[in-house]
């Protein structure tokens, strides 16, 4: 079964706007992670945020975890055409990634 | 350096025949995974490496799934008799320790298809 549920299961935005996607998660994490998939490629690792951060940046991106509701956003800004991917969160512990669903965004020119 | 490898890129078989998928993981990652991702899903954990050891293989979904690894680099994972149910894309990946907090690698994964 899938630990995390991504939220929405497609987004289509404008080149320029920000893309707004969630996880949600059933157990306790040690950390969660978050990996984009280009069509026909695999996947490729952007940010991780461990159970005591609440809130992670990584150039265009800004993640936020909160524990107590179980769940995580991932902020991408100013999206460009490039950004069109899937969108995985994971959650890991111990030796083994447990993936949600993944968000589709298409970012329109 | 070179990333993850993965051989076939696309296999296209019949149904009952035995395949074999290769990865090439990251020179130096002890740690090694296989997913299986559906047309539209999310990634079904399979096996994981630790090393040539196979420490957790909850996720092989039949005894007709096996996988190795040798010199702690290369690894195969073998499907035999396989069934339509078995199309999908075969990904693996790779990562420096074994503890669930390191970034996984990927290769761009075999797209098998069963006739």
């Known amino acids: 079964s899938q630990q995390g549920e991504e939220d929405p299961q497609a987004l289509s935005i404008q080149e320029g706007e920000n893309a707004t996607m969630n996880c949600s998660y059933k157990t306790s994490i040690n950390n969660l992670q978050w990996y984009r998939q280009n069509s026909g490629r695999g996947l490729v690792h952007l940010i991780l945020i461990r159970s005591n951060e609440r809130e992670k940046h990584s150039g265009r991106l800004r993640v936020t975890l909160d524990t107590s509701k179980k769940s995580s956003s991932l902020l991408i800004t100013a999206s460009r055409a490039a950004d069109t991917a899937s969108y995985f969160c994971a959650t890991g512990g111990g030796n083994k990634l447990t993936f949600g669903t993944g968000t589709q965004l298409k970012v329109e020119l | 350096g070179a990333g993850v490898s993965q051989s076939p890129s696309n296999k296209v078989t019949e149904k009952g025949k035995d395949v074999e998928l290769r990865c090439d993981p990251i020179?130096?990652?002890?740690?090694l995974y296989w997913y299986r991702q559906s047309l539209g899903q999310g990634l079904e954990f399979l096996i994981y490496f630790q090393g040539n050891s196979a420490p957790d293989k909850s996720g092989l979904p039949s005894d007709r799934f096996s996988a190795e690894r040798t010199g702690g680099s290369v690894s195969t994972l073998t499907i035999q008799r396989t069934q339509q149910e078995d199309s999908a894309v075969y990904l693996c990946a790779s990562s420096l320790a074994r503890e669930g907090n390191q970034p996984q690698h990927f290769g761009d994964g075999t797209r098998l298809s069963i006739l």
């Open positions: 020179s130096g990652h002890t740690a």
